[in-house]
């Protein structure tokens, strides 16, 4: 039996040999390696391999991340881009907008200065009378000073002192003691607006409002409107601005278009060939709404156009300029 060093040596004398013929005329030749260098290097090569795939994994792993990272970064830099050009945009319309406003308060107070040298103006003409008043009847009228004025005044005289918070105030001062007169004559253009005090068709009135001897039944009763002759197919015009509250056919009143003006009024036309508009439709005053016509119970073409106010039918010619 081999001892365990005897089989040590052994192998370690032991020895492969390799042969080695060319594809030529040469002489072969060969060579001996012992098998213990040969399965050294072995194991060497497939740790070095080992150790070269698995730092191409990590390295590869490096990139894929880096690789990410750069296209995220990529995607918010565009992202911040686009937001920056988004802020430049506001920033240039607010600095335009600023700029408009200043360019405005500019006009506004060269505009009030005038005015303060109007009221200056003024002012002294009206000591004088009083001076000369006083002088001549003895008498001694006092004339109070306004401090709007004067703190006009002062803040135009200095230009130090005129900010844009206290010449603000100073228009806004002026302005509204004139807001409730402009509210006011808003209010009236509207009423003028709405009233409908506008002839629908520009044609003969046939039947006036009031009593009458009906021309169909030849019985003596009341009409609650004009008639006003016409062609089929004229125009028909809203006496007032308003809101279509019907439109449609209506009995012995044919087609039929109501409109409510506010304030109390509404219009009636009756006997339409055809309503050009429906119910809901906001209208102007002479806007076209419907086309004269002869339907439901007449004798002829016309419109007959009534007039409400708060609930009860008033006299069209109560309200119309002719």
């Known amino acids: 039996m081999k001892t365990k060093l005897q089989y040590i040596i052994d192998l370690l004398k032991s020895k492969y040999t390799f042969m080695i013929i060319?594809?030529?005329?040469?002489?072969?030749?060969?060579?001996?390696i012992s098998k213990v260098l040969l399965i050294a290097l072995v194991i060497s090569n497939f740790y070095y391999l080992s150790n070269v795939t698995l730092k191409n994994y990590k390295l590869n792993k490096n990139i894929t991340q880096i690789t990410n990272k750069y296209n995220n970064s990529t995607t918010e830099l565009a992202h911040y881009k686009v937001y920056s050009s988004s802020l430049d945009y506001s920033l240039e319309n607010?600095?335009?907008?600023?700029?408009?406003?200043?360019?405005?308060?500019?006009?506004?107070?060269?505009?009030?200065?005038?005015?303060?040298e109007e009221l200056d103006q003024l002012e002294e003409s009206f000591v004088s009378v009083i001076n000369k008043f006083n002088y001549e009847n003895n008498f001694d009228v006092q004339i109070a000073s306004s401090r709007s004025l004067s703190l006009g005044r002062e803040s135009l005289a200095?230009?130090?002192?005129?900010?844009?918070?206290?010449?603000?105030?100073?228009?806004?001062?002026?302005?509204?003691?004139?807001?409730?007169?402009i509210k006011e004559v808003e209010n009236k253009l509207n009423f003028l607006e709405s009233k409908p005090d506008l002839l629908p068709i520009s044609g003969r009135i046939s039947s006036n409002y009031g009593w009458r001897t009906h021309p169909v039944t030849?019985?003596?009763?009341?009409?609650?409107?004009?008639?006003?002759?016409?062609?089929?197919?004229d125009d028909i015009k809203a006496?007032?601005?308003?809101?279509?509250?019907?439109?449609?056919?209506?009995?012995?009143?044919?087609?039929?278009?109501?409109?409510?003006?506010?304030?109390?009024?509404?219009?009636?036309?009756?006997?339409?060939n055809k309503n050009v508009v429906p119910v809901g439709t906001e209208v102007k005053k002479g806007q076209v709404i419907a086309e004269l016509g002869?339907?439901?119970?007449?004798?002829?073409?016309?419109?007959?156009?009534?007039?409400?106010?708060?609930?009860?039918?008033?006299?069209?010619?109560?309200l119309i300029d002719f």
């Open 22 to 32: 060319p594809n030529s005329t040469r002489n072969s030749f060969q060579f001996s």
């Open 158 to 181: 200095n230009e130090d002192l005129v900010v844009d918070d206290e010449f603000t105030k100073l228009i806004n001062l002026d302005i509204s003691e004139y807001d409730e007169v």
């Open 294 to 318: 002869r339907t439901g119970r007449v004798t002829g073409p016309h419109v007959h156009f009534e007039i409400h106010k708060d609930g009860e039918v008033i006299n069209p010619k109560d």
């Open 218 to 233: 030849g019985r003596r009763d009341f009409h609650d409107a004009l008639d006003i002759v016409g062609n089929v197919g």
């Open 94 to 116: 607010q600095s335009a907008s600023i700029n408009k406003l200043k360019d405005q308060l500019k006009e506004e107070k060269e505009t009030y200065s005038v005015r303060l």
């Open 239 to 272: 006496a007032g601005a308003g809101i279509v509250t019907f439109s449609g056919y209506s009995g012995s009143y044919g087609n039929v278009v109501i409109i409510s003006h506010g304030y109390g009024y509404k219009s009636v036309y009756a006997h339409n």
